[in-house]
């Protein structure tokens, strides 16, 4: 009773607010099983994310019970009088307000509020070890479908550094890791998904049964349906990880080595690494600071003492798994690779963890941010995809030249193989075989330090991009963020006609994902686009 009284007052805020033809009796009918919150807290929950540069607060919040509970509030948006919008939101961790909105409804796909609530419903996270996949709620965080797979000792092949995402976030965007250049990314690794489109309809779909949505939908930046189930590739999980770091100080060195690496990807597994990641020091405190604390405090590394080109340094990070079996051949296999690449003599680092652990690193990292206040502030975070033709270009003109001594965060580089990418997904990518992810992860902080502060990194970030435009490096955004439909009509290029093709099919009044700002929802096309 008191679930179907909180609906009720929130329908009657959306109809006062927004002008619902629909009347409470009416949604009520339709048959919400979930809670529908104005609760304060929830609106204020659902009005922030990681990336602490936007605020906006929705109309109210729904906790749904099951997949059906989103088909029925989007079909209401879609089919009311002047309407409404509907955003899905994970766990928080857009950028720029991305799963926002301030003309609707926030839909909370991930978080303890529904089991808090006793809804039971939702799909139950189901593992087929015949078939190796896992059946998945999209609101569900891939550390918990860690969790369940790892009893079954299997394991998702490709990952995020972070494992605190939901699954149908990282999905709508790509999700790419250390793992993309073997196995490719997220998106790459995905059987079949159940998804409620903007028409409210709840449709299953794969590479042949409604496969325009599928595609649509990986990459697909939440503008053609929520995910509410995915089908996720499994494979056996490895024991133990020996996890390498190595230095370089010239540039075309690392680069090559990066390169050579990804290349073994047809490899037996005895002959390749598991993962090959890497980032840039321009600031001699990063290299020891929580993202690279694998180095020993007691022996801090010093940028001056290695010849660093221009002041920087960058890290190779390289993996193998195995397992307890034949630990006794990992020395001898990683002896192998690691004589084949051209990294600064003795500046190797290595230490041996359990998988999950390595999995699971960027966590602890940020429990001590937390510790210290350092994890809920601004993140003007900026990552790009440049072609491997024009890396070299970016590194001199960037890496060497806008950066300075400063960084405040971490900076990561590293290659992928595009021919793990499928071209169907509404993912954006540079056109040549190699393309490089640099991944600008930084924190705004209010220490006094100028260099730190929100608006230096973000023109800072402003400096890279015109430098790319300039030069005509055609670099793309990963997790991009435009204010302008122009502007998202030159990203995605060729892809823009059957991208805004999709839109028309799958969500024709544009109520979803507004967030973007992308698509003007048709019923009130001169409002804010959050």
Known sequence: MATRFLLAFAICRLIV??????????LLRLGVEGLLSVEPADLGVASRDFGGM???EPLAVLHPASAEDVSRLVKAACESG??????????????????????GVVVQMSGSRGSQLGFEKLAPTRVSEKFMYVDVWGGELWIDVLSTTLKYGLAPKSWTDYLYLSVGGTLSNAGISGQAFNHGPQISNIYE????????????????????????????????GIITRARIALEKTPHRVRWIRVLYSNFSAFTQDQEYLISLHGQPATQKFNYVEGFVIVDEGLINNWRSSFFSPRNPVKISSLNADGGVLYCLEITK???????NNVDQEVGALLKKLNFIPASEFTTDLPYVDFLDRVHKAELKLRAKNLWDVPHPWLN????????????EG????????????PILIYPMNKNKWDGKSSVVTPDEDIFYLVAFLRSALDNGDETQ?????????????????????????????????????????????????????????????TGQRIFKPFFNPSAPLL
Request: proline content about 3%; aromatic content about 10%.
């Open 54 to 56: 936007q605020n906006a």
């Open 384 to 395: 790009l995809f440049v072609p491997k033709s024009r890396i070299g270009d970016f590194d």
């Open 453 to 513: 502060t929100l608006n230096y990194l973000t023109n800072q970030n402003n400096r890279i991009l015109r430098f790319c435009s300039d030069a005509g490096i055609k670099a793309k955004q990963y997790l991009p963020q435009y204010t302008t439909q122009q502007q998202w009509m030159d990203h995605f290029g060729d892809k823009w006609t059957l991208f805004a093709e999709r839109k028309l099919e799958f969500d024709p009044k544009h109520i979803l994902g």
């Open 398 to 409: 960037v890496f060497k030249g806008i950066l300075g001594n400063k960084t405040s965060g």
């Open 82 to 103: 002047q309407g409404f919008t509907v955003s899905a939101r994970g766990h928080g961790h857009s950028i720029n307000g991305q799963s926002m909105t301030t003309s």
């Open 193 to 224: 998904l159940d998804v409620v489109t903007g028409k409210g309809e709840l449709l299953t779909c794969t590479e042949k049964q409604n496969s325009e949505l599928y595609h649509a939908v990986l990459g697909g930046l939440g503008q053609f």
């Open 321 to 327: 798994n195995y397992q307890e079996s034949n630990a």
């Open 17 to 26: 607010t927004v002008g619902l033809t629909l009347d409470p009796t009416e």
